[in-house]
């Protein structure tokens, strides 16, 4: 499995050495967008991959960057989240986790490597629509962005994944663009898989 990680582009020290490319296409997406998020903590980064063992050996090949700290359910699916020993450094600031979601069935992702980047930005909204206009409320200029999204090829999503045991609401507004996505929500990561341990 080592040689089809290699062949696609997945072995950790690959996919490190692409970051910069990936992070200029989230900086223009948050120029798009009107969302200066230079002063919120970049929560960690997502990677999307199309087969359950292609996915189980890229991560074990990521243990030599950090540890699980949570194996969480979501829609049926484990999703893996990594804490790296030592933070990656990137054009939108240090990252301290990893998510690797093992595939869902019947899905089947455009491209497999990096697909997403979360922010915090915090807030004490529990539904998406609430945080939506929290965001709006933030942020000046935003609102005109999103009035005409469908002009601009952006796709806005608003959702509210949740996890089994966690206590802590996280709803989440998603903007895709050139193959990319910029998640938003009002708490980290690691705040969440804590709540998941406190029960």
Not at 102 to 116: F, G
Not at 174 to 180: I, L, M, R, T
Not at 186 to 194: D, E, F, Q, W, Y
């Amino acid at each position: 499995m080592r040689q089809t990680l290699m062949q696609k582009g997945l072995m950790p020290s690959q996919m490190l050495n692409e970051i910069d490319g990936f992070m200029d296409k989230i900086l223009d997406l948050c120029k798009q967008l009107s969302l200066d998020l230079s002063r919120h903590q970049a929560d960690h980064i997502a990677m999307r991959i199309n087969d359950a063992d292609v996915a189980k050996a890229a991560h074990q090949e990521w243990l030599q960057y950090g540890r699980v700290i949570s194996e969480a359910t979501i829609n049926g699916r484990p999703i893996i989240v990594m804490q790296f020993e030592q933070p990656i450094v990137t054009k939108v600031g240090e990252i301290e986790c990893l998510e690797l979601p093992y595939p869902a069935q019947n899905k089947s992702h455009p491209v497999e490597h990096w697909e997403h980047i979360e922010f915090v930005v915090p807030s004490q909204a529990i539904t998406a629509e609430d945080f939506l206009q929290d965001l709006i409320a933030q942020f000046p200029g935003f609102a005109d962005k999103i009035a005409n999204l469908k002009t601009s090829g952006i796709s806005m999503k608003l959702s509210s994944p949740h996890g089994e045991g966690e206590r802590l609401a996280n709803p989440t507004v998603a903007f895709k663009y050139d193959g990319v996505c910029i998640k938003l929500h009002p708490h980290s990561l690691r705040n969440i898989v804590a709540s998941e341990q406190s029960i």
